[in-house]
């Protein structure tokens, strides 16, 4: 069953404009016979759906882009009643049905491609080729008009907009709507939270052994204004309302529930003549503290052109690599909600730049509309996206390793290198502990896990210098980071181990369930207070650190079957005492608890070993010269000096003693343990399947979880609530 419209369109229509040549259109299980003088409202369904088959292939033509429509393409035709909406409730800002009226909606469903005759290049809408594209145009009319008529005021009305001229010619009343996915560019605003991580190196030793801790030249942070350039992919709906002669709304809605990636350029947000691209001077600002800092004090300083160069291009990198991360994030955590731009648009008053605007966005392309303090005359914005990214999305740190050492940002700048690690963070560290932890760094990007060994090393060495009476008041921070483009259910499992261990995740095999391997990143921040570091000191024995630190390894470990060789020396207090007096690992696996185990498992054991015996020897010899040093009445005391040199001189060890396997989440949970947990910590796990984050405070306080379950396993859950 079937009814036959034959499309003849008027010459001066849209319809005539992108329809090349007439075509017969089949409404696929409808009877156009008792329907044809029946008012829309007696329909007696709340929504009347139909397809629509065509006879012969009917290309529909943009531009430079081609709708390739088939025979038997999918067509779309429906009537919504009262109260309902003509669109999918995957977009925000639905148009409901008023009383008296009803609408009808006419498209198809084809394929975006550059035809035959069309050069290639950018897709009209923004659509990628080869995907589908839904085009659809929507009339709302009185309820009392007659089917047929209606049937045939969609045809007329059918629409794709494709620039200034096509909303002119729109029928007033008439909404057209194109989804699919693609690229959309625009400008936004951003505030972004800006914070410095303070942090000494191995050179800090030498500097106890001659001179007293002097001020510090460094600020906490603050927010930095931007001003971005977004490239975002994701499934999305242009929305074209012609509500007067001369008005129409133009909308750009993402659709809820669909993942989004993102390119950024990034600039200050002054005007490209005063130089729009150098982020330097605001980041300046934020880290010294002094709202009249100038890139020219540190040329007058004697910073080169080169070096100048090289920490303006890690600075746009770090803050592009922030906002790309901070928007994908954001729309993973407002999964359900549909971020959209609208303008509105009178078409008697804009003038040739809002032509061409118009143009531009109708393509993909809104930063025109979107840039700057107001778009085109004859334009004006209804709904922009301005972001504001705080500390509860992420955070712009600053890590400047070394700059305990200088007292100062400037002099720490004159002797450092600089680079962007995978997390976005800025790194700028001193040479010479850059060339002692052998951290190499190319195009901007240091090796990761030699400056995961730096981090541990130097939050170490940083904590004990906070600790020490007389020391600048300072906040210590640790933080680890790692991310995969396939990470496995495995991986994904000890993602989620580090945050139980934590104290961060109470159900990890709700998050483990119907997961599917994808891309992955784990995110983990934790910081003492000035007033709390010394807490990390107070065990004082190696025997209480080695007790910290196999415990923090017994959590990690927690239900993994694969290490369960490795729970025997972390639970087992005779075993490690045994191991702890043979030393070596010829002596260590001769012991009997070893026996039977493999080459690959006793490496394992060996590894875990050296790390907590590196880690408690440490942390007990600072402790004892910092518990003497506090024991002192302050830094006037004939003793203190003394103290302050042999401080030193451990710290100096210790870096010399820290190993390449010193730089996983291990260290992190051993020092907020070895703390009593009064850190403030973080844990964030972010991708394709699971988006995780969960932070605690201070000690006493709640901590708070945002969770996004895999779709699959929320399906199977809310099937088997329904069973019961």
Partial sequence: MSAVVEVHPDPLSLAATYFRNPAELRLLGVNLTGLRSLPLKDARVQSLQAGISMEKPLPVAIDNTELALGAGASGHFSVTQEGGSPFDDVFDDP?????????????????????????????????????????????VLKADTPFGEALACAVKSYAIPGDVGDLHQMETGAVATIEGSGSLEFSANAKMAASTSLLATSAIGDVLMSAVPGGLDVAAGGKVSVTASFKVSCEYQVRVVKSGPNTVSLGFYRRKGRGVSSGVKVSSGVSPALGGMDLLEP????????????????????????????????????????????????????????????????????????????????????????????????????????IDIDETVTSLRVNLFGVLNYSSVS????????????????????????????LTIHNLVPQPDRLRVL????????????????????????????????????????HLDVAEALGLLDDKAALLEGY?????????????????????????????????????????????????????????????????????????????????????????????????????????????????????????????????????????AVARDTGDHFGDPWGLVAMDMASGRRGRVRVRITGESVNYERARAAPGLESAARVRRPRAAAKRRAKAARGR
Wanted: hydrophobic share 45%.
């Fill in 516 to 652: 599917r391997e994808g891309a992955q990143s784990l995110a983990v921040e934790f910081a003492l207070a000035a007033e709390d570091v010394p807490s990390l000191f107070a065990e004082g024995s190696v025997v209480g650190y080695d007790r910290v630190a196999r415990q923090a390894l017994a959590a990690l470990l927690e239900g993994d079957e694969s290490g369960r060789h490795r729970l025997l020396p972390a639970r087992d207090d005779a075993l490690w005492a045994a191991m702890r007096e043979r030393g070596s690992a010829g002596a260590i696996f001769s012991l009997d608890a070893f026996r039977g185990l493999s080459v690959a498992q006793k490496e394992a054991i060996y590894a875990d070993y050296r790390r907590c015996v590196w880690w408690a020897d440490s942390m007990a010899s600072l402790a004892e010269v910092i518990g003497r040093m506090r024991a002192l009445k302050g830094p006037a005391d004939p003793k203190f000096a003394a103290l302050r040199r042999q401080l030193g001189l451990r710290m100096k």
């Fill in 95 to 139: 148009v409901r049905v008023q009383p008296g009226e009803a609408c009808v909606s006419l498209g198809w469903s084809a394929t975006v491609s550059a035809g035959a005759g069309f050069p290639a290049g950018a897709l009209k809408f923004g659509l990628d080729a080869k995907s589908e594209a839904r085009c659809m145009t929507h009339r």
């Fill in 283 to 386: 980041i300046l600002r934020v880290v010294t503290g002094r709202p009249d800092v100038r890139e020219a004090d540190l040329r007058r300083a004697g910073m080169s052109e080169a070096q100048l160069d090289a920490l303006k291009a890690a600075v746009r990198k770090s803050v592009q690599r922030k906002l790309e991360a901070s928007l994908e994030f954001l729309a993973a955590r407002d999964h359900a909600s549909s971020q959209a731009i609208v303008f509105d648009v009178r078409l008697d008053q804009i003038d040739g730049a809002g032509v061409d605007a118009i143009a531009d966005a109708l393509a993909g392309n809104l930063t025109p509309l979107t840039a700057g303090a107001r778009p085109p005359k004859g334009i004006s914005r209804r709904r922009t996206i301005d």
């Fill in 455 to 494: 981090r541990m090393e130097s939050f170490l060495i940083s904590a004990a210098y906070a600790a020490m009476p007389g020391a600048p008041a300072v906040a210590v921070e640790h933080s680890y980071f790692h991310r995969s483009l396939k990470t496995s259910r495995s991986a994904l499992k000890d």
């Fill in 411 to 438: 002099r720490l700048l004159l002797k450092s290198y600089t680079a962007v690690d995978e997390n976005g963070d800025l790194i700028i560290v001193d040479k010479a502990s850059a060339d002692h932890t052998r």
